[in-house]
């Protein structure tokens, strides 16, 4: 089967750093994407990885691994406002997004 | 109307009845997809649509229907709530070109009672 999987919820403090990471097991690969979902909200687009790598958009950074099935998200400079779930979704050798059930991450003063 | 739109926010409904949940963009998507969200469960897709005139069944779509007569309108109907289909629902759209994002609408927050 499919399956994502993410750390259930992390805690940080503001200013700092926080790597949230994700491991996946799909039929095929066709890039991974990072989501940002504030709560009550809708997932707001993040990041996209389709080489191995890092790909830096100013305060979050998304990092890729095809052959170990592993990605992270790292978030700089923390502020209270990046407190949300962080989701991954990997889109398949169907061209379907598969989703990770989210990370909660929460931000301390 | 702003990208994508969706009605109503929140309904309580009542178990074997009949309900619709509107999905609206004005992206010019080719693409729209239909998701629920469970606690602790990652988005599920119930159904898909690569184009106006066709659709396809995703992970859970059993209970659900949907049709796609024109590109803006992607409605998504339960036939006969059931109370397992208490969930929020969200509508997306796929941007194409080389990353083919997927946009969220702001959700529907269903209870079936």
């Known amino acids: 089967g499919q399956n994502i999987d993410q750390p259930t919820e992390m805690t940080a403090t503001e200013g700092a750093i926080v790597q949230i990471n994700c491991t996946y097991q799909t039929s095929g690969f066709n890039g991974l994407f990072w989501y940002q979902q504030h709560a009550g909200e809708a997932p707001t687009f993040l990041s996209y990885n389709v080489l191995d790598g890092l790909e830096e958009k100013g305060r979050f950074s998304s990092f890729l691994s095809r052959s170990k099935g592993y990605s992270y998200l790292l978030l700089k400079e923390l502020q209270m406002k990046d407190s949300a779930s962080y989701l991954c979704?990997?889109?398949?050798?169907?061209?379907?997004?598969?989703w990770g059930a989210g990370t909660k991450l929460i931000i301390k003063p | 109307i702003a990208g994508i739109t969706q009605a109503p926010t929140s309904q309580i409904l009542a178990a074997g009845r009949r309900m619709t949940l509107r999905c609206t963009q004005d992206?010019?998507?080719?693409?729209m997809y239909w998701y629920r969200q469970d606690l602790g469960l990652g988005l599920r897709l119930i159904h898909y649509s690569n184009t106006a005139g066709t659709t396809g069944k995703g992970e859970v779509p059993d209970g659900y229907s949907v049709s796609r007569a024109n590109t803006d309108d992607f409605p998504l109907t339960l036939a006969s709530a059931v109370p397992s289909q208490t969930s929020v629902y969200f509508c997306a759209t796929g941007g194409g070109g080389e990353t083919d994002t997927q946009y969220f609408g702001p959700g529907t927050r269903l209870t079936v009672l």
């Open positions: 979704a990997v889109r398949d050798s169907n061209y379907q997004l598969i």
């Open positions: 992206m010019r998507h080719n693409a």
